[in-house]
Antibody, heavy 120, light 110 residues
Framework: EVQLVQSGAEVKKPGATVKISCKVSGYTFTDYYIHWVQQAPGKGLEWMGLVDPEDGETRYAEKFQGRVTLTADRSEDTAYMELTSLRSGDTAVYYC?????????????WGKGTTVIVSS | QSALTQPASVSGSPGQSITISCTDT?????????ISWYQQQSGKAPKLIIYDVSTRPSGVSQRFSGSKSGNAASLTISGLQAEDEADYYCSAHTSSKTRVFGGGTKLTVL
């Protein structure tokens, strides 16, 4: 069974950094990109970026460029999303999700999400 | 602002059909060929229901269908059921390997 298991909820103070993990199982890690998507309370899905676990290549949305770092550890089949300089507007659920590297152009499986609360 | 525009809300009665549009408002409108649709029920992660404009993944009801004409894609749900009440998002893969989501449409089953 394909699974993307995300780390638990986080509470952070403004200005802090959060790092969320996404451990995958049930498929070959390097055959799929890992995307990260932000969903603020009551709002829509916002794409943050993707990482290619094969070579670590990344793409970032302009909104998050400079504050987000996506990495992938092939030895642990785990992807990470680090977001710095947190502010209240970063309070959201963060999802990891996978997309095939070849032949297909859609996200097919999502993690359950990680809640991040930014509050002083 | 998303380059994919969806209506904020749609509604329908059980048994009826509804259609949700997804219009490409990017500068090179119509360039998104790989449109996918996701259903997100309250408090849950999104779920893929349509990919490559009109292909249903295994296990997704035949009541869900997708199409595209010019720079607008559409999701149609026929035979509405109470369980269809959810938020629906269109999404596209771009030529620069990035991804864009529409703003989402809230479906209310009356």
């Amino acid at each position: 069974e394909v699974q993307l298991v995300q780390s638990g909820a986080e509470v952070k103070k403004p200005g802090a950094t959060v790092k969320i993990s996404c451990k995958v199982s049930g498929y070959t890690f390097t055959d799929y990109y890992i995307h990260w998507v932000q969903q603020a309370p009551g709002k829509g899905l916002e794409w943050m970026g993707l990482v290619d676990p094969e070579d670590g290549e990344t793409r970032y949305a302009e909104k998050f460029q400079g504050r987000v770092t996506l990495t992938a550890d092939r030895s642990e089949d785990t992807a990470y999303m680090e977001l710095t300089s947190l502010r209240s507007g970063d309070t959201a659920v963060y999802y990891c999700a996978r997309q095939p590297v070849y032949y297909y152009y859609h996200i097919d499986v999502w993690g359950k999400g990680t809640t991040v609360i930014v509050s002083s | 602002q998303s380059a994919l525009t969806q209506p904020a809300s749609v509604s329908g009665s059980p048994g009826q059909s509804i259609t949700i549009s997804c219009t490409d408002t990017s500068s090179d409108g119509g360039a998104y060929n790989y449109i996918s649709w996701y259903q997100q029920q309250s408090g849950k992660a999104p779920k893929l229901i349509i990919y490559d404009v009109s292909t249903r993944p295994s296990g997704v009801s035949q009541r869900f269908s997708g199409s595209k004409s010019g720079n607008a894609a559409s999701l149609t749900i026929s035979g509405l059921q109470a369980e269809d009440e959810a938020d629906y998002y269109c999404s596209a893969h771009t030529s620069s390997k990035t991804r864009v989501f529409g703003g989402g449409t809230k479906l209310t089953v009356l």
